[in-house]
């Protein structure tokens, strides 16, 4: 029996008909539009073009950005600032030594981009009291990106995207220099798009024009056209480790499973790629629990919204739907020397993911986007944020090490086994996800968060304080 999935139309589409967008890419499309209905709804509203930036938004008779309390209570989540999350990770030690990533370079990489970009991240920054990031440019190495269309759903997924890696970088990050490179295919079910982004990122890499590469794409290994198409990709990647240039990927948003080439979702556990590389960073995701001054009400836990109603009514869906932190083991690649102390959970095989942070829909992050001509605020997550979260972590390492650290996964298991402190277990939760098929329930097995390294959350979480000087010593 098929897993079904809704076809790709959104409210903002106003029925006409789509060219393929990945189930992820309608997640967030979906996510943006039912957020701000939500919102709306709640008492959210935006001011129009004219208004100053400042009050972009007003809830309750309140200006500025919402309160976690009060998305709470009109939204059904959370919802943190990123001072919230900076003392969750412990980052505010290292911001009063100066280690905030100066000197450093994050490099975003995303499709089309968002054609408001610097203005929404300015306003973002005056909401919470950031900086400017100290240079933030935007590259087009591969190809001119076409014109923002507010009624293509490809262009507002990716335009929150972008939104989001580049506001959630420089939040954890605020000293380092930002590089947007935008690539002008978008990526489709089948590998699509993925030749202009490895190109796009060799070029950044030959050129020495970035110390830390996110990624916030990816699609089941068995969705390219077998091992040699991958194969042909993973240039970039090689270049990435010859030039000591750290490369991250986020594992992906559907537990143990994904959208296959025929566009429902697979009924076998898989892993993504590129996060499944050897030669990359794969990063899950966690839910935080965080009161107002960013203190854990409870450790936290491996991100699984599959059946949390709130969450799901953001993404326009009702539960069951898999919306959780993908992890599993490679069909493609064997497990590197690296993970070999972890081979009583990988097998012989590349395990995913590598560390995990915030990506909860439960515990969502504010994000402010512009680009659909009405400013407004609305919670975000999936590995998504976590990845470029982490790219902030490794800008601040660099930083410390006075060097690029590169492929830093050997590093990391190093730190593992040594039970460094800067580590924190994850031990709660899983990635079994469910989908409603034709009025039948089914579920796809996942694997359990654990003491130690788990194919849910890796080797757990940070404490960025201990963890940045034992990454860099590491590395």
Known sequence: MAITVQTPATKAAKGMMLTWMSMKQRRVAKAAAAACALLGAAGLTAFGAGTPV??????????????????????????????????????????????????????IVDPFGSPTIRHDLRVFDRAFGLSAPP????????????????????????????????????????????????????????????????????????HHLGDVISQSFGLPEQNFAGRFSISRLRYAYRSARRHHVTVLAASNDFGVTGPTPADIFYRHRIVDWPASDPLVTGVGGTRLHLNKAGVRTSPDTAWNDTHNAAALRLLGETPPFPFASTGGVSEVFTRPGYQDPVRGRTGNHRGVPDVALSASLSGAVLIFASFNGTPVWFPGGGTSEAAPEFAGIVAIADQY???????????????????????????????????????????????????????????????????????????
């Not at 999350?85 to 905030?100: D, F, M």
């Open 135 to 206: 240079a933030f440019r935007v590259l087009q190495p591969v190809g001119k990106v076409p014109p923002f269309n507010p009624k293509n759903p490809g262009m507002v997924a990716n335009a929150a995207e972008t939104t989001l890696d580049v506001e959630w970088s420089h939040a954890i990050a605020p000293g380092a220099n930002i590089l947007l490179v935008e690539t002008p295919v978008q990526e489709s079910v089948t590998g699509g798009g993925f030749p202009q982004f490895m190109a796009a990122e060799n070029y950044v890499i030959t």
């Open 54 to 107: 400042a009050h972009a938004a007003v809830l309750a008779g309140r200006q500025g950005p919402p309160t976690s309390a009060q998305c709470m209570k009109d939204l059904g989540v959370a919802c943190y600032s990123p001072l919230q999350v900076e003392r969750a990770y412990n980052l505010p030690p290292l911001y009063a030594k100066g280690l905030t990533g100066k000197g450093r370079t994050i490099v």
């Open 401 to 475: 090490a006075h060097q690029r650290l590169g492929l830093i996964n050997p590093a990391l298991y190093r730190l593992e086994q040594a039970h460094a402190p800067g580590i924190v277990d994850v031990t709660k939760g899983s990635n079994t996800v469910s989908v409603a098929d034709h009025g039948q329930i089914i579920t796809l097995q996942g694997y359990r968060a654990r003491p130690g390294y788990d194919l849910v959350t890796g080797i757990g979480t940070i404490n960025a304080a201990l963890f940045v000087p034992e990454l860099a010593r590491a590395g």
